[in-house]
């Protein structure tokens, strides 16, 4: 066996990924040794190295260093074991959830992995309960059991056939009793979990080194023995670094600008490849139904009759997004385009009679609020865009404002923000995750939004169905009920996007449904 010739062919190859799917940096230098670590970078540094803490995009690093009792073979839609030998639901209700732990698990230091230590790690993140963490997964769990050393029980307080795929998300991450207390955060900077590798050392926005975990036990089949993953501070910055090959792939967090131009002939010349693959990250605005103008369903539906997806989608993204005309992604059961058949092509004059019908002549003022750091570089021209195609409507007079995420989300749980944007990275691949965290008195935007047909019949109705194709009645009523409402308005979908050196191979294969990259996936081509 020897190592292929890079300079045999210089290719620049666009695929379709076969799954669905920022932080600071800098890079130390050097290019990539031909037998190390596969070199990975990424604008989405973790915010925390515990689980119990982690609803963001941490869970990159947690897929790969912590296990989970079910998770995403390559090509799996729906979970599959992991820790876990098999699971299922054992009464006709989907109230009682069984798992069976592989036999022989330990975690990377050796110690035993048991279902003492699957029920330790449930219930920390509940006792912790982290501001903005997990626990908001667990509203249908009501307790934990460990009956025996390899039997884990989930005991729901309602039925959820969702269930599985909340154990699958890496926010239910398996960790060491001895080693994560009961009821506060691991702060140390240390890991140790029973994932296909072990962090060998981590700076703090820069990088992670992982290294193969010799006691793993699961279905990944490691096609390579480390990967260093660097984390950099913006897109430009990190496809400099693989065109100076300092990293050998990318993934999270490249810029339409780069995008378009790893497409184009320079990239051809420099044994590039750039894979491109369908997504389920979703852009929308939320409306705050207390405030004087945005809580005005003609102002609302106003606003949706003149929004021009297709615009922001090329003039802003450069096509690297898709036009999103419903809550739920194209792809997954329960996706419409009802925004669509309701308000059609975007029309100034049609947008002023419904705000003509509800008596209000004059221009409408809104505040629009942005993050400056979560969702990539464009949001602000996404927002500038937003200003002028509302502005240039004569329906509106529109103030932009925006700040850092941490103080963002303060703001937006505090009521401040009339109208303000929002990405969504889902938990799992199911129309659920884009209807369920929205809605109800406590939401994952802070806003209550209460719909009793949705929390109190659609969705209770549809967790009691394990085939999800079965609830696709229940999907479209429910997106229907937010149409009416044009509380949140959808903008755009993405797509996924990772660029690699021409002698990578297995990127196509790396992201599960969740678009988490599964890193022993890549490795080097090779010939015979």
């Not at 389920?280 to 606003?303: E, H, M, N, Q």
């Not at 996007?497 to 790396?510: K, L």
């Amino acid at each position: 066996m020897f190592k292929r010739n890079r300079c045999l062919r210089r290719v620049v190859a666009i695929a379709s990924l076969s799954s669905l799917l920022t932080g600071c940096g800098l890079l130390s230098s050097g290019t990539p040794d031909e037998e190390g670590p596969i070199l990975v970078g990424t604008t989405s540094a973790p915010s925390t190295l515990d689980p119990a803490a982690s609803w963001d995009s941490s869970w990159e690093l947690f897929r790969n260093v912590y296990q989970t009792l079910l998770s995403y073979p390559n090509g799996a839609t729906t979970p599959q074991p992991d820790a876990a030998e098999q699971c299922a639901f054992t009464d006709q209700s989907h109230r009682v959830y069984r798992c069976e732990l592989r036999a022989g698990l330990t975690f990377s230091d050796g110690g035993a992995l048991d279902a003492r230590a699957v029920k330790h790690s449930i219930d920390r993140i509940r006792a912790i309960d982290v501001d903005g963490g997990p626990a908001g997964l667990l509203g249908s769990l009501d307790r934990v059991q460990a009956p025996s050393e390899r039997e884990v029980v989930f005991h729901l307080n309602k039925p959820d056939a969702t269930f599985p795929f909340v154990l699958a998300t890496p926010a239910l991450s398996i960790v060491d009793p001895d080693s994560y207390p009961a009821d506060a955060v691991r702060e140390d900077g240390e890991i140790l979990g029973s994932g296909p590798y072990t962090l060998a050392s981590y700076e703090e926005g820069r990088q992670a080194e992982l290294v193969r975990n010799d006691h793993y036990k699961g279905f990944a089949e490691r096609r390579n023995d480390a990967v260093t993953i660097r984390y950099f501070r913006d897109s430009p910055s990190m496809v400099k670094a693989l065109r100076e090959q300092r990293i050998q792939v990318t993934y999270r967090g490249l810029a339409p600008d780069d995008i378009v131009t790893l497409q184009g002939r320079a990239a051809k010349e420099e044994d590039l490849q750039l894979l491109e693959g369908a997504g389920t990250d979703i852009s929308y605005l939320v409306f705050d139904p207390d405030d004087p103008w945005a809580g005005r369903k003609a102002v609302r539906r106003a606003v949706a009759q003149v929004v021009d997806r297709a615009a922001i989608a090329h003039k802003v993204y450069q096509d690297t997004v898709e036009p999103l005309y419903s809550m739920v992604p194209a792809g997954l059961t329960g996706h419409t385009t009802d925004f669509f058949d309701d308000y059609g092509d975007p029309s100034a004059a049609k947008a002023r009679a419904i705000l003509t019908r509800a008596g209000i002549t004059g221009p409408v003022p809104l505040t629009l609020w942005y993050t400056t750091d979560r969702y990539g570089s464009q949001t602000a021209a996404q927002f500038k865009e937003l200003e002028r195609q509302l502005e240039a409507s004569g329906l509106f007079t529109v103030t932009l404002q925006s700040r850092p995420w941490k103080t963002y989300v303060e703001g937006y749980r505090k009521g401040e923000y009339p109208v303000f944007g929002r990405g969504w990275f889902p938990d799992f691949p199911d129309a659920e995750n884009f209807i369920a965290p929205f809605v109800g008195e406590q939401n994952a935007l802070g806003t209550p939004y209460p719909v009793p047909e949705i929390t109190g019949e659609l969705l209770p109705r549809s967790r009691r169905e394990s085939d999800r194709a079965a609830v696709v009645e229940e999907f479209e009523r429910a997106q229907r009920i937010l149409v009416d409402d044009v509380r949140l308005l959808p903008l755009w979908q993405g797509k996924q996007y990772v660029a690699a050196s021409e002698d990578i191979s297995g990127a196509e294969r790396a992201l599960d449904p969740s678009t988490v990259m599964m890193m022993w996936e890549l490795h080097r081509k090779t010939s015979w």
